[in-house]
């Protein structure tokens, strides 16, 4: 093979590469785009960025203490867990998995899937609660059914729920509509707490649903909780199967609640606002835009819908790598994938022709890949995508396209950073400021981190000296911890307005 034949791919590749740049100029734009939008979502309703109140006012310093129940209904499966929070910034946590029977998914009434998810929960009680079951669920409905709990001996739970609701409080909020695979009509428009308390009062269970909770907002109080040091978490963000992120903001500028006849504690003067971000600029004037960004989100289920989000998180980027790939592969002008000259080393069958082929773990993989001949790449060519025999030059051209797709969804990652950092005013002082993060993107991806703080650091009002305050750690079991301190943060209103399992 002559160098001329060399060239052109790798030419090409980095033309196409290029076309991932996202330079300091489009970081900033994005940023001030990104705080107008802020803005406009605390102020109005249906805007680009949600920006959703928590009823969540504050944030656990480490030092919170107690037992907390916590329970999370995803896609697939139903975790149940206690959290016993030592109040030195620890914790240990008990827990239990079961996948949720599909024809429960698709129940006649909501009653069904919400008896089974009680049952759960006293099996949990029962099995790792044996004492506090014992003593006051049997006694109870065995011998003195008329008796109320004492208040001390009701767990506090967190439920998250990953389905989108309108919430309305701390422990209220409506189901708006399935998703995942779910379809119960009659729990559409329902309070998701409420359906919960009332399976759980059936079965007659010391458990009170004390708070509904995302997992963006789960994630910045775990970080809270756990960092080090008693100043409290500015931002929780998600780089996982998709991305979001949850801030404290003064409560003075959510001027949309004050429409609102909600109650909250309005004490600590902020809000913990779920921003929604995966839907930042679905209006396209600042988010860049490739070919294969246009084509990926046409023939997406939701066209124009959470554009942000198809351009950083871990359901995207391997498909923007596959087309970017296949694209390279049907350029008759270079030899990409086809060695010899002429053949291909592409299997029929081969996942580079399917969409959603391509996991967003093999672009780890390859950035990762610092081997000689880059044989790393070579195997997970093989392994993911069934292509052999490649070529160094095939490999060379896979990283750098991996690289510029990875680049770019880390320099895109630090836009809603810098901008809640700036508009908080959190880096005025001389105080660090602490970042949680959660996600297998921002925990696997070589020095996504590292291109995040990059990013911050080309940001006039943040600069060298504003990035080195912010610290950046992850939150691990985020959605349990989480869920047990928002359920006591809320147990203390709750309690104060009386309002226990009947
Ligand atoms: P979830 O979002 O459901 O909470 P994760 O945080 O594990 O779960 O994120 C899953 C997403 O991360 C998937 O889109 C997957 O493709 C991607 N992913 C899994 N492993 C890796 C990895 N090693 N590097 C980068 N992305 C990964
Ligand atoms: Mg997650």
Redo the contacts with the bound molecule.
Sequence with gaps: MSASTRAPLLDEAERIARQFEYPTTDVLRGVKAYMDQMQEGLSKEHTSLSQIPTYVTGVPNGTEKGLYLAVDLGGTNFRVCSIDLHGDSTFTMTQSKVAIPRELMLAKTYKDLFTFLAKQIEKFLELHHNEHYEAHVRRRRYLDSKEEFKEEDIFDLGFTFSFPVNQVGINKGTLIRWTKGFDIADAVGKDVCEMLQSAIDELGLPVRVAALVNDTVGTLMARSYTSPGKTGTLLGAIF???TNGAYVEDLKKVTKLAATGDTYDRNTKEMVINAEWGSFDNQLSVLPVTRFDRDLDAESLNPGIQMFEKRVS??FL?EILRRALLYLYKDSSVDFLRAPIGTTTVAPNSALYKQWGI???F??TVEADAADGLKGTAAALAKDLGIEGTRYEDRHAVKSLVHAIGKRAARLSAVPLAGILISTGRLQTDETVDIGVD???VE??PHFVDYIREALREVPEIGAAGEKKVRIGIAKDGSGVGAALIALVASNTLEARGSAPK
């Design positions: 996982g199967t998709g871990g359901m391997g996991d967003t773990s672009l780890s996600g297998s993107l696997f991806y």
